[in-house]
T-cell receptor, first 114, second 111 residues
């Protein structure tokens, strides 16, 4: 199992550019989510999906779009990049153990917007 | 007021010391409490999970929850340089989808 994979690992964008951060998992998890991590802010939920075709907003969704056409893939789109979107982005997939939801995180994408 | 508060540190202790990491939370509806460990330039990984007030032990790690004070702790005994990482608490309401994370505490264990 590769677990959760994210591409690219690093990206530099200019203000106004758009791009898609890719996320894939091979654990057949229904639940997937995107977080951003900023110094002093912890992890903040951007969007999440409870299954193919179903997505919902998290805590900080503005400026980001998601779609979920398959169980495996959950791409995050930046529509028009802004310097405030400079961050480390983590994708996660999870399953319900019967007692709690165990999340598995990808290695992250480091994004800089100039 | 943030839902979960965690001292970001950094915290630096000598090898073998007992480490105490803490979070406070504001919403009494929170029922699930987790600790994640994040090594530098890696994604977080689940370290411990607790549901109720009291202590839960796993090797050198003990998670403690005090719901009356809205306070959770992670203790690391006989700390090792390999424990150097950022530790994040995460809390969840039963039935809700999202986890609320603390800011993370950066810990360094010095040999």
């Amino acid at each position: 199992n590769a677990g959760v994979t994210q591409t690219p690992k690093f990206q530099v964008l200019k203000t106004g550019q758009s791009m898609t951060l890719q996320c894939a998992q091979d654990m057949n998890h229904e639940y997937m989510s995107w977080y951003r991590q900023d110094p002093g802010m912890g992890l903040r939920l951007i969007h999440y999906s409870v299954g193919a075709g179903i997505t919902d907003q998290g805590e900080v969704p503005n400026g980001y779009n998601v779609s979920r056409s398959t169980t495996e893939d959950f791409p995050l789109r930046l529509l028009s990049a802004a310097p405030s979107q400079t961050s480390v982005y983590f994708c996660a997939s999870s399953y319900w153990t019967g007692q709690y939801r165990e999340q598995f995180f990808g290695p992250g994408t480091r994004l800089t917007v100039l | 007021q943030k839902e979960v508060e965690q001292d970001p540190g950094p915290l630096s202790v000598p090898e073998g010391a007992i480490v105490s990491l803490n979070c406070t939370y504001s919403n009494s509806a929170f029922q699930y409490f987790m600790w994640y460990r994040q090594y530098s330039r890696k994604g977080p990984e689940l370290l411990m999970y607790t549901y109720s007030s009291g202590n839960k032990e796993d090797g050198r790690f003990t998670a403690q929850v005090d719901k009356s004070s809205k306070y959770i702790s992670l203790f690391i005994r006989d700390s090792q340089p390999s424990d150097s990482a950022t530790y994040l608490c995460a809390i969840k309401i039963q039935g809700a989808q999202k986890l609320v994370f603390g800011q993370g505490t950066r810990l360094t264990i010095n040999p």
